[in-house]
């Protein structure tokens, strides 16, 4: 099972889960295109700019990995997998 661990922010978009386990392998792509698939089209709109990238400040991992040092949305997620969808935080 892929564990999909989400930040408060962006589970409002999952009815409120912040550990998503879910059966699946392939890319980190299919995996947010099976999430919204469960929870509709507020997810996609969460984490995904218009042009279908990741947002700027929505931060991916991969087991401990950043994704955009990885493949991106290609980086490949295995069954045993955890993800970890933050929203990158500023301070100044």
């Known amino acids: 099972m892929v564990r999909l661990v989400l930040a408060s922010p962006i589970a409002v978009a999952t ?5 998503i386990d879910i059966e699946f392998e392939g890319t980190l ?3 947010f295109d099976a999430i919204a698939e469960r929870y509709g089209k507020e997810f996609r709109q969460r984490i995904f700019d218009g042009e ?10 991969v087991d401990g990995e950043d994704a955009r040092y990885l493949k991106g949305l290609e980086t490949p997620v295995t069954r045993d997998a955890t993800v970890d969808l ?5 301070g100044g």
């Open 29 to 31: 792509g299919g995996l």
């Open 15 to 19: 009815r409120g889960e912040r550990e």
């Open 86 to 90: 933050l929203p990158a935080i500023a």
């Open 52 to 61: 279908g990238g990741l947002k700027r400040f929505v931060n991916v991992y």
